[in-house]
């Protein structure tokens, strides 16, 4: 039996960070631009120009938005190998009142976006025969979320796109991924009532709230040679 071995990749490679303009995403995009990486930003608006980075602006729920961003990205800096799926919104509301349109809004950005990223990405990848997609998802998306119906089915969807990936390009060395940040990563621990905090805090396995570094770390590693079989 001939066990494949993973196409080892060459640096720098293209990485492209949807969401990329600010938050956890512009964290993320500065993080393998430190590692050497040629790096592209997609946001709704082009983010301000930083470092060497390419900046695009597209809406991910378009899908003919993303494949003319993709063209845009990959005339300047090849196919992009590693792609972070981040781009994602919030429309909260308890599902009795929620309207369609604010359901459909954060199945439109936070799941089709990743999808028709994800789709437009695997063309490169599979000439390539290498690939990383990893896709930021909550944990909202693991235990539900109160008012988050929409946001949390969203979320747990990337699960079953990351999961459907693997199965259709993991011979090609194509790995598909979700990190999923808690609320911790924003400045809403410092928004809530200390005993509610102290609760939540309780609850997690560290006992501190992590931070958007953190997340950023797990997405290299899940980008790294270290990571091919995950
Ligand atoms: P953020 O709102 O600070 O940044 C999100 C970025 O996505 C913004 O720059 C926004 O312009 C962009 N964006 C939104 N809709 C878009 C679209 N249609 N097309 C292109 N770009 C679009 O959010 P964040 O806190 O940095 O969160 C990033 C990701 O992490 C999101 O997917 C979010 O759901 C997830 N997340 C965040 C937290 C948290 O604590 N911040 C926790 C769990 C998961």
Redesign the pocket.
Known sequence: MTIPTPNVPESPRTVLV??????????IADRFEALGDKVAV????P?EPHGHMLSV??????PD?VNAAFDQVEAVLGPVEVLI??????RDGLMIRMSDKDFGAVM???LG?AFYCARRAARGMLKLKRGRIV???????LYGGNGQVN?SS??AGLVGLARSITRELGSRHITANV????????K?PETLKPETQAQYLEALPAHYFGT?ED?AAAVEFLASPGAAYI
């Open positions: 949807t969401g990329g303009g600010r938050g956890i995403g512009r964290v997609l946001d709704l608006e983010p602006g597209a809406d991910v729920s378009d938005s799926a981040n781009a994602g919104i919030i439109r950005v936070n976006g896709f930021t998802g909550s944990v909202v998306g946001y969203s979320k990190v999923a940040p808690g609320f911790s990563q924003t809403m958007v997340v």
